[in-house]
């Protein structure tokens, strides 16, 4: 209330000086214009009968070089006989409004505006006894230019009164609200205030006396319930037959994101759906409803049950369950299921298939080595699959048989890059790594494995004559690992789902690569088993860029107490066995 009166006390006088000022503004210019066309016209009459006794020369002795005033002198055709400002021939003034009504009615006069100068000049133009036309002009300045003259003025006054404008406007607002500021809302009747609102601080006193006595008996059996509601993990809301919330539990509360405010507001304030709706009909047999609603990408079952007393409905009770996780596990496992099905299948089909011809005797002994190389590939690939998945598994269940160790960061990319390089390589791609040699503990399969499948994926999806880099950086409290690619890149509308098991942007590419859909899972999951974070950055036709950053308290927090120092620079068994089914010379399968 303070910063509305005050608002409107400074702002009222404030617009008040404006238009004081613009006001005074306004008249003085019209009072000069007036001044300036008074004089004006007493010239033109002085000059006209100086010229009518004396003739041109009269004229010609007044028009000084300094006079601010000019002088034309205009035949009855138009045409200009004298100006004291011209330098060349003027065009005809016939035209001329002030000369118009001068040949018509003995006198006129006009007023014209030069927007390119911002000027504005008077005419008054005058039939002379031998038919002649004497016209006087001058130029003034225009309201604008005007105004701009006197800004400085302007401001410093509106600076000044704008400063006392202020200064009054606190103190008065401050004078006017300090006997409502000293009310004592406890004692309402014992105030000595303005006498507008004695009669609202009785009926305050009135409402207050009905008020203590109702919240004492809710607050003794408030306390009473809250004692057996406190440590409920379900949410538990107590309404009236109106739906006007009597009892809310913690957890509740955060549910629906409300404070303890929210007792004796409507239920329909906080829960606008549809379902919520339903529930309240009292006329309604149906005691007892559940729904399901989702709150801030959370899921809940709701149970509805209607308080009868004697027949009648007193009120109502809801319980809230967060079954979020059970319906997203559910979901997962579907999901995960139906892809592992699917993943599996696609393979033992094609080796059933090829094996079932072989078997036939369809196939000519000189298609044997084809056939068998099929088998050989869908197997190698099938054991990819299923290793990964149990890599995975692993990562989800949170492995806790995983060693922390110093881990060179450097030493892994070279590691990697020494089994990447005959893909590349066969790709066309180059592999550069650059950066300070970090060491810091980890958990070293899973920090190879995240370089791995990152650079391999790069590769897949790298462009002939490409390029992939992999930087280190290190900060005062964190690594970052940069692996970029030149290759096709990730449409935006991919890259909130890539991390998603089995998602593959390009299918097709996806499997002519071998690629197994869990390679970018198998990244977040191990980056967020070290408690770090990953982040993608990608355009099409310019490349990607997975940032990964690692938190060296994280790390020392996950670290064993005294981990041993890896010396050798064997690749994982695991990247060994899918290297030995596609060949001495080929690269294990990606992770796309």
Same mark, same amino acid.
């Not at 617009?15 to 007036?34: K, M, N, P």
């Not at 018509?104 to 006894?129: D, H, I, N, P, V």
């Not at 109702?214 to 409920?232: A, D, G, V, Y």
């Not at 509360?253 to 529930?279: H, L, P, V, W, Y």
């Given at each position: ?51 009518? &006794? ?6 010609? =002795? ?41 040949? *018509?009615?003995? @006198? ?18 005058? !039939? ?9 002009? +001058?130029?003034?300045? #225009? ?50 205030? @303005? ?20 919240? =004492? ?27 006007i919330i009597l009892t809310i539990n913690k957890t509740a509360k955060k549910i629906f994101n409300i404070s303890d405010d929210c007792i004796g507001k409507s239920f329909m304030t906080i829960?606008? /759906? ?5 529930f309240f009909n009292p006329q309604s047999k149906v005691t007892k409803r559940s729904c399901e609603i989702e709150k801030d990408g959370r899921d809940y079952h709701l149970r509805f049950n ?44 094609? +080796? ?37 998945? +149990? ?31 005959? *893909? ?40 002939? /004559? ?12 964190? @690594?970052?690992?940069?692996? =970029? ?23 097709? #590419? ?13 990244? *977040?999951?191990?980056?967020?088993? &070290? #408690? ?8 099409? /036709? ?21 981990? !041993? ?20 010379d080929a690269t294990p399968a990606p992770h796309a």
């Amino acid at each position: 209330m303070n910063r509305k009166i005050f608002r409107a006390i400074f702002f009222s006088t404030f617009v008040s000086l404006i238009l004081a000022l613009g006001a005074v503004l306004f008249i003085t210019h019209e009072d000069i214009a007036s001044i300036e066309q008074d004089r004006l016209s007493r010239l033109n009459a002085v000059l006209a009968s100086g010229y009518n &006794h004396l003739g041109m020369d009269f004229i010609k =002795q007044s028009a000084k070089a300094d006079s601010p005033y000019r002088i034309t002198l205009i035949a009855p055709d138009g045409t200009v006989l004298f100006d004291s400002r011209a330098e060349s021939p003027l065009d005809n003034h016939l035209n001329r409004t002030e000369v118009d009504a001068a040949l *018509k009615e003995g @006198y006129g006069s006009a007023e014209r505006y030069s927007a390119t100068f911002e000027t504005q000049t008077f005419y008054y133009a005058r !039939t002379l006894t031998d038919g002649n036309v004497l016209r006087a002009a +001058i130029t003034t300045d #225009h309201m604008l230019t005007f105004t701009l003259r006197l800004t400085t003025y302007f401001a410093l006054i509106l600076l000044i009164f704008g400063a006392l404008a202020l200064f009054l406007a606190s103190k008065i607002s401050a004078a006017i609200l300090e006997p409502l500021y000293s009310i004592d809302l406890n004692h309402p009747l014992l105030n000595d205030c @303005y006498d507008e609102i004695k009669p609202f601080l009785t009926e305050i006193d009135k409402k207050q006396r009905q008020l203590d006595r109702q919240m =004492q008996l809710m607050r003794s059996r408030n306390e009473e319930f809250l004692i057996i509601t406190k440590s409920m993990a379900e949410g538990l809301v107590l309404l009236n037959r109106d739906g006007i919330i009597l009892t809310i539990n913690k957890t509740a509360k955060k549910i629906f994101n409300i404070s303890d405010d929210c007792i004796g507001k409507s239920f329909m304030t906080i829960e606008r /759906g549809e379902q919520a709706r339903e529930f309240f009909n009292p006329q309604s047999k149906v005691t007892k409803r559940s729904c399901e609603i989702e709150k801030d990408g959370r899921d809940y079952h709701l149970r509805f049950n209607q308080i009868r007393v004697d027949g009648m409905v007193r009120g109502y009770a809801l319980i809230i369950l967060d079954v979020t996780e059970t319906k997203r596990a559910e979901t997962q496992r579907q999901e995960f299921t139906a892809n592992v099905s699917h993943e599996l299948k696609t393979p033992l089909q094609s +080796i059933i298939g090829s094996a079932e011809l072989i078997e036939s005797g369809i196939v000519k002994p000189a298609d044997l080595p084809t056939f068998a190389g099929r088998i050989r590939k869908q197997g190698a690939r099938l054991i990819s699959l299923i290793e990964d998945i +149990i890599f995975l598994s692993s990562l989800d269940e949170g492995a806790g048989s995983a060693i922390f160790e110093p881990v060179a960061l450097n030493k892994v990319t070279t590691e990697v890059f020494e089994v990447l390089t005959p *893909k590349a390589q066969r790709n066309n791609v180059s592999l550069t790594c650059d950066g300070p040699s970090l060491v810091f503990p980890a958990v070293y399969r899973y920090i190879y494995e995240l370089i791995y499948n990152l650079c391999d994926n790069a590769i897949n999806y790298n462009r002939p /004559g490409g390029r992939v880099s992999v930087h280190f950086s290190e900060h005062e409290n964190k @690594y970052i690992i940069e692996v =970029q690619d030149t290759g096709i890149g990730i449409a935006k509308e991919h890259l909130s789902r890539i991390f998603e098991r089995f998602y593959r942007v390009d299918k097709s #590419h996806s499997r002519q690569t071998g690629g197994t859909g869990l390679g970018l899972s198998i990244c *977040k999951r191990t980056v967020l088993f &070290h #408690h770090g974070k990953i982040k993608l950055k990608s355009e099409l /036709g310019v490349g990607s860029c997975f940032k990964v950053t690692l938190y060296k308290k994280e790390l020392a927090k996950l670290a064993a107490p005294q981990p !041993t120092v890896r010396e050798d620079n064997t690749a994982l068994q695991v990247n060994a066995n899918k290297a030995a089914f596609f060949g001495s010379d080929a690269t294990p399968a990606p992770h796309a």
